[in-house]
């Protein structure tokens, strides 16, 4: 899920404020506009879309986006939180870094959760000539 959407227990995303389709990855002809093809507004009938604030009709309620939590979801993840409501944990390694979206982002060779693995795959620079 792009933009902060967040992934449903059937695997559907669940698109923040602003954006639509089936990964998120469309923006809303309007900010305030929500859902599968923006078709709620937060604007009226008890939704709000404050902060990274995302509610849902009745049974979902609200949620934070991913990135955010506290009470409004005013608040950004700190240096090694991330997921929706900051409840994951990044324990980066080998230069890897915490993105409060996705987690550990990798550099170099490195991959894996924790950035704790290294690439299999080495490309080898070979000379060639062009005839």
């Given at each position: 899920c792009y933009?902060?959407?967040r992934c449903d227990e059937d695997g559907?995303?669940?698109c923040p404020p602003g954006f639509y389709g089936d990964n998120c990855e469309l923006a809303c002809d309007r900010p305030d506009k929500y859902g599968q093809s923006c078709q709620?507004?937060?604007t009226g009938g008890g939704r709000t879309c404050q902060?990274?604030?995302i509610c849902l009709p009745d049974p979902y309620g609200c949620e934070c986006a991913n990135g955010y939590k506290g009470f409004d979801c005013d608040t950004a993840c700190g240096s090694s939180e991330y997921g929706p409501g900051c409840t994951q944990t990044c324990d980066c390694r080998n230069g890897g870094t915490c993105d409060r979206n996705k987690g550990c982002l990798c550099t170099?060779?490195?991959?894996g959760p924790t950035c704790e693995?290294?690439?299999k795959y080495y490309y080898d620079y070979i000379p060639f000539e062009i005839l």
């Open positions: 933009h902060g959407g559907s995303c669940i709620w507004s937060c902060k990274s604030l170099g060779d490195w991959r693995e290294k690439s």
